[in-house]
């Protein structure tokens, strides 16, 4: 294939995914029906997608009590612990908050380049092959001998030539049904060290012939999080400011395993040369550089040749008699051999430990001090000169990443480095983008350690506020359950919470009209109504607001319960309110009096 067409390739991919984040954008296909229906059913993950509603149920703008949370927002400070209602358990937990990467500059710039060039129409989700998304399959790792082991993957999106999966860190030696009912890892495994990683591309046609399909789990919103990392990099690389070599990079990193490729933009991610400063980007291309190395080298093997040196390998050299340095591989690339030192020296050499704990065993604490890793940056004769020997492999972790990063600009030297990911979208939230402004508010509300964002409760109600004030429906629910739950030293609000509840289902949001008929079925910021309730669970039910098919039904039984209870009064009153969510035109909020006046009558 040729750089022109995987050009086009990736690009089209970014622009699909681009598309499938954004909330305005129809269903166009089964992928992005699953995808936001498992994102409607989902707590709050800050690390998802927006999935905001398409149109409202009524023209009339809808109201939102900004004065009484202005008040709130200046007497609730510091950080602070989501305490759920159990009443409204059903439908979500904490807070809820996916996001989408909406860089409007790019938008803008890619929406130029598709004019000018011709994009390739992107697969729908492909089933004939007998590939399912969800599906989760079993793969042979090991292909002779009597110890046949097994991975286990599961399938996310599948398109034309590959398949793209989660790759979990078990293992199995046979195949059975109950190996559906465990838990299954993404990261290390520390029972045995394996390495599972949160997003893997494999050529479709290899997959399906090896893979067997052990049976099916609904797709998570966090399941494509590594996905999106990835198809974000790759775009970023293609942004037509971009350098022609990274251009060129990003292609063979993303269809390749071109180690050189990946280990650059893991670089140039690391600091923020030609690229936004992004540690997740670079996390995940690094760990993508360690899943490759999987298998290549044995364990307790004295390595003489440069291919056996491994980004995410543990490696020990002798010092003197009986005494051995043990050091971990950053990152490999095609100049030198970026290494953290361990503070602690080995005896002698453990055969047949696992990494896991001879990491743990030369990372001892002394004397009360946690340990000090310490960056060296060898060439690759250097480093071999030392006579090697290769315990194990392990993916890099977030602190030796940036433990490395403190070391990587004097590489650099005079280059011109780039703003973090985290200013950028700071910049973006101060300059009114309301969705850049809901992201910011979910660093803030969890903390992000990755882009070094410290958690801060009432900057998140700050931003939050900003987003809902634009008509973001999305931060309008955000803020309402923050205030319906409370938190540590924010104390509950029902009433204002149920307020900001109304304004979000005034936007069609459907977890938020939900939750409003949970809020008046048990009577939570607000006096206890059949009536209104039947008629906000009508509403979820029939709107089109992406619902997924659980949080329906769920619904559904709510409300055949209260069909079962009220009286013909209330049901009537139902009706009448139900038609005045759903009539153009009609103010919800003024009516909810009447309502009030004609039930209590």
Known sequence: MSFQKEYRMVYTIKKYFSELFRPSQNTASSARKNTKQSRNNQSISCKGQDTSPKKAPAEAPAQHPTQHLNQHSNQHRASAKKTPQEDIADYHHTVPAHQEKNNQNHDQQKQKQSESKPQPEIDEIDTNDGLITGGIYALQEQEDGPDTVYWLAKVIYVEKQVVHVLCYAERADHLAPDLLKQELTIGLNSEDSSFGLAHLPLAKDDFAANAVLLGQRSLKDNDLAGYQIYVDSVFDCLDEQAPDWLKKAASFAAWRYDRNAMAALADRYL????????????????NRLVHAGKGQVQPFKTIRK????????IYAFQLEEAMYQTCKIVLKDKH????????SLLGQLPEG?????????????RAGTPPMLSHVSRGVAEF????????????VTLNELHCYRAHLPHMFDGAVFRES????LLRRAQQGEAQAQLETACHYLDGDPAWEVQRNISEAIRWFTEAANQGHSLAAYNLALLFLQGAEEIQPDPQLGLEWMT???????????LCIADC?????GCPASPALAHAWYSLAITADNNLSEEARKKARQRKYYIEGTCSDKQLAAAKQYFLQLQGAGSDVMSSQGNMYGDMYA
Do not use: M
């Not at 696992?354 to 001892?364: K, N």
């Not at 071999?384 to 993916?395: R, T």
């Not at 008046?520 to 939570?524: L, N, R």
């Open 271 to 286: 600091i923020g040369v030609d690229l936004l400063r992004d540690s997740k980007k670079a996390l995940y291309w690094i």
């Open 421 to 424: 990911a985290w200013n950028s």
């Open 384 to 395: 071999l000169a030392q006579a090697p020997v290769f315990l194990g492999l392990l993916p």
């Open 353 to 365: 430990t696992h990494p896991v704990q001879i990491v743990e065993q030369v990372a001892t604490r």
């Open 336 to 343: 030198s051999v970026q290494c953290l030192n361990f503070p």
């Open 306 to 313: 440069e291919q056996d040196i491994l980004t995410g390998g």
């Open 503 to 513: 304004y979000s289902a005034q936007l069609n949001y459907g977890l938020a009209q």
């Open 520 to 524: 008046y079925q048990h009577g939570k």
